[in-house]
């Protein structure tokens, strides 16, 4: 740590507009709906503005929650063969958590125009159709085929950044980009299985989530700046709506009453342990969306890559999984990219201290 004179605090942890109670009125962001954004008002870089201690905090929280809900899934998915009604629970949970908060006083609804609300219902149907690639791509390519193209999300993270927004990055972020990649790859490496079909939706569904991540962060950080838990109890009721008429077209609500027909899953044991499944994805989304808005989209992905290793790292321990040198050092190379991706934005926050526009947190 440098001794620098310490940062100032982000609004997060400040202004009430994340976890603390505030009393000011609502926003009114339909009076603003046709304003356009001028390019210094962007703020594109705002990951940039916030304090290291903030950001690795939010992200070493992040990082737990998501290798937990990890194994948790996992583990509830051997069990519950109902990915579609696992999402609704997911989704339905976060709803109704986000709500809870509401109603104690720990955020305010921003008042939003028609196309803002439009906005969030056709993120809501990108957030559905990005898990709905993911199951149908599953289907059609090897599991070692499907990770390994999940791997390139960070490169069309950034391609669609300097296309879309003109973003450019430092040499040395662009540089540690290479050996997460290829480390992740290394790490996710087997059979290569695909068909034409499945070889398309795979690489469209990789599209799809690095968009789904960029305009999360947009959402949060752009013109309209909602704060991540008015974002998710915004979103989440959509999602679950979504899910759940996915469930009923898969067929999956009634495989589910068949299988408590046929006592395939034990009442309570099953309940329990989807609830407290749900309960942790609830706390993932709310560390999820903020670790979004302090770090960045690009980030992100990057932290994508990095739990894909430290996931087979922990199943060496807990479900016996045999790793080869092949996976290990790519587990290592993967861990130097990360390395070397921090170093990157580091250098790059020193060099950017100023020209922010204050996001609202």
Same mark, same amino acid.
């Given at each position: 740590?440098?001794?620098?004179?310490?940062?100032?605090?982000?609004?997060?942890?400040?202004?009430?507009?994340?976890?603390?109670?505030?009393?000011?009125?609502?926003?009114?962001?339909?009076?603003?709906?046709?304003?356009?954004?001028?390019?210094?008002?962007?703020?594109?870089?705002?990951?940039?503005?916030?304090?290291?201690?903030?950001?690795?905090?939010?992200?070493?929280?992040?990082?737990?929650?998501?290798?937990?809900?990890?194994?948790?899934?996992?583990?509830?998915?051997?069990?519950?063969?109902?990915?579609?009604?696992?999402?609704?629970?997911?989704?339905?949970?976060?709803?109704?958590?986000?709500?809870?908060?509401?109603?104690? +006083?720990?955020? $305010?609804? /921003?008042?939003? &125009?028609?196309?803002?609300?439009?906005?969030? #219902?056709? %993120?809501? *149907?990108?957030? =559905?159709?990005?898990?709905?690639?993911?199951?149908?791509?599953?289907?059609?390519?090897?599991?070692?085929?499907?990770?390994?193209?999940?791997?390139?999300?960070?490169?069309?993270?950034?391609?669609?950044?300097?296309?879309?927004?003109?973003?450019?990055?430092?040499?040395?972020?662009?540089?540690?980009?290479?050996?997460?990649?290829?480390?992740?790859?290394?790490?996710?490496? +087997?059979?290569? $299985?695909? /068909?034409?079909? &499945?070889?398309?939706?795979?690489?469209?569904? #990789?599209? %799809?989530? *690095?968009?789904? =991540?960029?305009?999360?962060?947009?959402?949060?950080?752009?013109?309209?700046?909602?704060?991540?838990?008015?974002?998710?109890?915004?979103?989440?009721?959509?999602?679950?709506?979504?899910?759940?008429?996915?469930?009923?077209?898969?067929?999956?609500?009634?495989?589910?009453?068949?299988?408590?027909?046929?006592?395939?899953?034990?009442?309570?044991?099953?309940?329990?342990?989807?609830?407290?499944?749900?309960?942790?994805?609830?706390?993932?989304?709310?560390?999820?969306?903020?670790?979004?808005?302090? *770090?960045?989209?690009?980030?992100?992905?990057?932290?994508?890559?990095?739990?894909?290793?430290?996931?087979?790292?922990?199943?060496?321990?807990?479900?016996?999984?045999?790793?080869?040198?092949?996976?290990?050092?790519?587990?290592?190379?993967?861990?130097?990219?990360?390395?070397?991706?921090?170093?990157?934005?580091?250098?790059?926050?020193?060099?950017?201290?100023?020209?922010?526009?204050?996001?609202?947190?």
């Amino acid at each position: 740590m440098s001794s620098q004179a310490p940062e100032p605090s982000p609004p997060l942890l400040k202004d009430g507009r994340g976890f603390s109670p505030r009393s000011d009125t609502a926003v009114d962001m339909e009076a603003n709906a046709g304003r356009s954004e001028s390019p210094s008002q962007s703020n594109l870089d705002h990951e940039y503005s916030i304090p290291s201690t903030v950001k690795f905090t939010w992200l070493g929280t992040y990082f737990l929650l998501s290798l937990l809900l990890t194994i948790y899934n996992k583990i509830v998915l051997g069990v519950f063969k109902f990915p579609w009604l696992l999402t609704f629970l997911h989704t339905s949970i976060s709803a109704l958590g986000t709500y809870g908060l509401l109603q104690m +006083g720990y955020f $305010k609804l /921003s008042r939003l &125009g028609r196309r803002e609300n439009l906005a969030l #219902v056709a %993120f809501s *149907a990108l957030f =559905t159709a990005n898990i709905a690639l993911s199951n149908l791509s599953l289907a059609m390519v090897s599991v070692p085929f499907y990770q390994t193209m999940r791997m390139l999300c960070p490169i069309f993270t950034l391609l669609i950044f300097r296309a879309w927004y003109g973003r450019t990055y430092s040499t040395l972020t662009y540089m540690s980009l290479v050996p997460l990649i290829i480390g992740a790859t290394m790490t996710t490496a +087997g059979e290569m $299985k695909f /068909s034409d079909a &499945g070889f398309l939706l795979t690489i469209l569904g #990789v599209i %799809f989530a *690095a968009i789904k =991540t960029i305009v999360t962060n947009r959402f949060m950080t752009g013109s309209l700046a909602l704060p991540p838990v008015e974002f998710l109890i915004r979103m989440s009721p959509m999602a679950a709506a979504q899910a759940l008429v996915c469930a009923f077209a898969t067929g999956e609500v009634n495989g589910f009453r068949k299988a408590l027909a046929n006592s395939e899953m034990s009442g309570f044991a099953t309940l329990a342990s989807l609830l407290g499944n749900g309960c942790l994805a609830f706390l993932l989304n709310i560390s999820s969306f903020n670790t979004n808005k302090l *770090a960045g989209a690009l980030t992100m992905t990057v932290c994508g890559n990095l739990k894909q290793c430290l996931t087979v790292l922990l199943g060496i321990f807990i479900f016996n999984v045999e790793v080869d040198l092949l996976k290990g050092a790519g587990m290592a190379i993967t861990m130097l990219g990360a390395a070397v991706y921090s170093k990157a934005e580091l250098d790059n926050k020193k060099r950017q201290n100023s020209g922010y526009k204050k996001v609202p947190q």
